[in-house]
């Protein structure tokens, strides 16, 4: 069986970490696990993690490294005989030492977006929240004003995505995420992004990853996805 793939995709708020991984998954197969949206489905189904992660994700501050990890890393070993994306975490450099101690990573992608393309592009976003589907008023709209394309559901904004929410995100991100950057640069690993265009990061991700996944693999994997 061809060796699987692993790797992680970081960025701040807004970054359109969730937007170039939906791409990934589709151009190669990978699983896509946006650590974002399983916190919500916790949080929704009211699990002791989603309880507990609520109270700190309303403030716009992190979850805790221990509350991150033990939901994150059982999900990964019901990934393990896929290839994976994982965007969202880890976010800081507990959260990577413990994920580091449970698998290898093949790339490391982060983007580097200027902040006020990040406020511009959360204040236009709109999620439909039952499937995670995302949306923005000036870069990708649905047909419908407010109105999730496939369900017909309304759509709504996060409250972390507010302007007051998102200043107390965006500060505390660039604390917690340079040791995790500079960490996997120290394995060379590191892909860095910088441009206030997804599709003009895109072509890149896409060139990096074609390049690094085993023709085979990516073969093997779109094939299970479609
Ligand atoms: N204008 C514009 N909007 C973009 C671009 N790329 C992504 N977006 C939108 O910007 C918002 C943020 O993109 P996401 O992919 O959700 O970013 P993220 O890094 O996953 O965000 P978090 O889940 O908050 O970490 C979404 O509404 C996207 O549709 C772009 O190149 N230009
Ligand atoms: N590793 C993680 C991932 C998400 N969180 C919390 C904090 C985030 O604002 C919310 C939502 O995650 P999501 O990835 O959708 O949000 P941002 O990347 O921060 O914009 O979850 C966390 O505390 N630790």
Redesign the pocket.
Known sequence: MAKLFRAVILG???SG?GTISERVASSFGLQHL????F??ENIAAKTEAGVL?KT??EK????PDHV?TRLMLPRLVEMTRHSWLL?????TLA?AEALNSACELDVVISLNIPLETLKDRLRHRWIHPASGRVYNMRFNPPRVQGVDDISGEPLIQ?E?DKPEALVA?LRH?KDVAKPVIDLYRAKGILHMFSDTETDRIWPYVSSLLSAKIPTDLADAQRATTH
């Open positions: 701040p708020p807004g970490k946006s650590s974002g949206d916190l919500r992660a700190y994700i716009g501050a992190l979850v991150m965007d969202g975490f880890p976010r959260q996060h972390d995100r991100y």
